[in-house]
């Protein structure tokens, strides 16, 4: 493809583009070379390296005083990030017809899930995006971040549409949207689950985090487009300022909630009976998954879903027949107990896992499992190294407060030592255990089970590593449970 192709008003060299990249270890022939400002290193460090490599063209910020060799074209823009994302999105063209996207600190993986499954349930070619990877009837494969660089999402968004895929749900990360990663996607609708302190130690304030999740609403999706707002939730109300000061038809959810009005939600097992009342009516649905907040989710899925065209009265039925993304509030197995007379099993206890890891959701998971507890409710839980610190007492708190039996364990300490992390968790942890093995954590608490009591295993959820120093360990909760399960 010609860099004219790509590139407006071209003012130089029009050379051919084989590829893109911002990595300059994966430069080939012909490639552009985005040097971007990094957090750590300029990338314009790089561009040798790149031109070594054969790169054709080189973007990078306007500062940039350096000089490239005759007929290579220098794109020196204010924003590079942007431009990376705009030539992303036309060199790798075309991209579903329809693409949804979900932001919010909660929820999100669940909410690009059940689109997808409702999609799939109508008949709908769809696909989500996101913290598990990409997940369609054709497959799926792994991500590296929740929200991919522009070149590794256009290149999925391509390999989709070839596919024959033609809807996508998309979870919107702060970091994403923060790095314009998303800004050369046409949205038909967006949608906001909900704002608590997250990824302070990248946005360094909870308002400076707040405004990239905004960013979503303010800056990318289109005025033609829908925003589906979770009426109940912590930020709602300055979501939709933003969308009504650019006169984006807004549709809200939940107990608020004006186009699916939540107007009852009765636990029935692990299920939950809602009670909905929309513009066609009122409905019943028996939603198979346990917590007031995934309940919630679905409701924000049901409307992006409807935001898309399809009619809420084909949605609604669908309800029914959702699964919970793996590793969000998920029934991983039980320890089961026999009666005295050892006729048959009695009573159990369940073990879930949650992919908790901050204090709103660690707190929202504990919640939302205290109604099924007979007995005693256990957690185990950690926090990350390398990441916002403030929250690890606020966890801790939470967890000895919510919870009658709490485990602290290690997560992914990454750089940091995994002792200094469980101190600063066990100082708000009172009456808390300190065990850094996770496996020997989740094998402790499993073996501390009795008959009605209830396990949650939080913070990894879906993931198969743990990340120590640089290495990434191989590790499951899953697996941990199963082997934990087994031994009782």
């Known amino acids: 493809m010609k860099l004219s192709e790509l590139i407006e008003g071209l003012d130089g060299p029009d050379v051919e583009i084989t590829g893109i990249t911002a990595d300059s270890r994966e430069v080939r022939d012909g490639f552009l070379f985005a040097a971007l400002p990094g957090v750590v290193v ?39 990030r942007l431009g990376l994302a705009e030539l992303s999105a036309r060199f790798y063209a075309p991209q579903p017809d329809l693409i949804v996207g979900v932001t919010g600190t909660n929820g999100k993986t669940s909410v690009a899930s059940f689109v997808r499954q409702i999609w799939e349930q109508i008949g709908i070619d769809g696909a989500s995006l996101g913290t ?16 991919p660089d522009p070149v590794t999402l256009h290149k999925a968004l391509k390999e989709l549409t070839e596919q024959g895929v033609d809807h996508l749900a998309l979870e919107a990360s702060s970091h994403g949207l923060a790095q314009r990663r998303l800004d050369g996607l046409n949205f038909t609708a967006a949608a906001f689950t909900n704002i608590t302190r997250d990824h302070l130690d990248y946005h360094e304030t909870f308002e400076a985090y707040f405004n990239e999740k905004k960013r979503l609403f303010s800056e ?164 990350g190294g390398d990441r916002d610190k403030g929250k690890r007492p606020m966890m801790g708190e939470i967890a000895s407060r919510l919870a009658d039996c709490v485990y602290v364990t290690d997560d992914n300490p990454r750089g940091e030592d995994p ?57 499951s909760d899953h697996e ?6 087994e031994n009782n």
């Open 480 to 485: 941990a449970v199963e082997a934990a399960l």
């Open 220 to 383: 990318l999706l289109g005025e033609n487009g829908i925003a589906v707002i979770d009426a109940d939730a912590p930020g709602a109300g300055r979501v939709i300022e933003v969308c009504e000061a650019r006169h984006i038809n807004v549709m809200t959810i939940g107990r608020k909630g004006r186009y699916l009005n939540l107007k009852n939600c009765e636990i029935d097992g692990f299920s939950q009976k809602l009670t909905l009342v929309h513009h066609r009516g009122t409905s019943e649905i028996d939603l198979p998954l346990v917590g007031d907040f995934q309940a919630s989710n679905v409701l924000v899925a049901a409307a992006l879903v409807a935001a898309g065209g399809v009619s809420i009265l084909e949605i609604l039925p669908v309800l029914e027949t959702l699964k919970g993304p793996k590793g969000r509030l998920e029934l991983a197995g039980s320890k089961d107990f026999i009666k005295e007379t050892g006729k048959e099993l009695s009573q159990r206890a369940p073990v879930f896992i949650d992919y908790a890891h901050t204090p709103d959701a660690l707190e929202t998971a504990i919640k939302a499992l205290l109604p099924y507890k007979q007995g005693r409710l256990h957690v185990v839980f950690g926090c």
């Open 42 to 80: 300029d990338g314009t460090k790089f561009i040798d390296q790149a031109l070594s490599q054969g790169a054709a063209a080189i973007l990078t910020h306007e500062n940039y005083e350096g000089s490239l060799p005759e007929g290579v074209p220098l794109l020196q823009q204010v924003d590079p």
């Open 419 to 475: 002792s200094v992390i469980r101190s600063e968790i066990m100082a708000a942890a009172k009456g808390a255990q300190e065990i850094g093995d996770r496996a020997l954590a989740i094998q402790t608490a499993v073996d501390g089970l009795s008959s009605g009591d209830i396990l949650l295993v939080a913070g990894k959820g879906h993931e198969t590593g743990q990340i120590v120093g640089s290495e990434i360990l191989p590790f």
């Open 132 to 147: 598990i990877g990409v997940v369609s009837k054709h497959g799926s494969k792994k991500l590296d971040h929740t929200t």
